[in-house]
C-alpha cells in the first residue's frame, strides 16, 4: 500500500464506524483507517462467501448509520460488497448520500483549485438540488446516461476529475480511474479536517 499525499491528519483522533458489507475490503478497509489514526469500530467484516452485502454495507446504510448513533462516532462509513461505492452517516446517524457527498467535494475542490474544468460528472439520476447547489458555485455539470462507467467515460474524455453516482459510486480521477469507496472515504475526511466542518455541516 502507497499512502501518497495521505497523512494521520486526515482520520486522527476520529471515531469511525466501517461497515465492509462482507466483501472484498473487510480486513483492508479497518486497516488504512486504523493506519491513518482513527479508531475504528468495524461490522460487515465475517465473509462467509454467502452474506455479502446481506442487510448491511451501503446497500443497507441504515445498519452503519444506528452503530454511529450507539456509539456516538464521528462518522459512518458503508462500502458495497466490492468496495467500488461508499455511502455515509453523519454523527447523527442521518444518511448522506452521493449526491451530497459529490457536490461537497466539488465545491471544496473547487475552492483549491482542484476541480479540474470547474465540472463534476453524474448521471441523469442525480437529483435536481445539486445542480442548483453547483450552478450557485460556479460549477459545470455533465450528465450521463446511468452508470458508473458512462461517468468515468465521460470523465476521461473531457480530463474531469471529479464524478459519480448518487448512490456512491464517487470517481476521483486524480487518485483512481474508478470507483474506489475507501478513497471517497478518505477525500470527505481530508476536506472535514480541512475545513473544520463535520460531515452534517457539508452536506
Not at 32 to 45: C, D, P, Y
Request: some cysteine; proline content about 1%.
Amino acid at each position: 500500500i502507497v499512502f501518497g499525499d495521505w497523512s494521520s491528519d486526515v482520520c486522527s483522533s476520529d471515531l469511525v464506524v466501517m461497515d465492509c458489507a462482507n466483501g472484498a475490503a473487510y480486513d483492508m478497509g479497518p486497516w488504512i483507517f486504523r493506519e491513518l489514526g482513527a479508531t475504528v469500530i468495524k461490522t460487515g467484516v465475517a465473509p462467509d462467501g454467502l452474506n455479502i452485502n446481506a442487510n448491511c454495507g451501503a446497500m443497507h446504510p441504515e445498519e452503519v448509520a444506528r452503530l454511529v448513533r450507539e456509539h456516538g462516532a464521528d462518522i459512518g462509513i458503508a462500502l458495497d460488497g466490492d468496495a467500488d461505492r461508499v455511502i455515509f452517516a453523519d454523527a447523527a446517524g442521518a444518511i448522506v448520500d452521493g449526491d451530497r457527498v459529490l457536490a461537497a467535494c466539488a465545491i471544496a475542490f473547487k475552492a483549491r483549485g482542484l476541480l479540474a474544468n470547474d465540472t463534476v460528472v453524474v448521471t441523469s439520476m442525480t437529483n435536481l438540488g445539486l445542480h442548483d447547489a453547483m450552478r450557485r458555485h460556479g460549477i459545470r455539470v455533465e450528465v450521463t446516461d446511468v452508470g458508473d462507467r458512462y461517468v468515468i467515460d465521460a470523465m476521461r474524455k473531457g480530463g474531469h476529475s471529479l464524478g459519480g453516482e448518487k448512490s456512491g459510486h464517487l470517481i476521483f480521477h486524480n487518485h483512481a480511474t474508478t470507483g474506489d469507496g475507501i478513497i471517497g472515504a478518505l477525500q470527505v475526511m481530508r476536506i472535514m479536517k480541512e475545513e473544520g466542518r463535520t460531515l452534517a455541516q457539508l452536506a
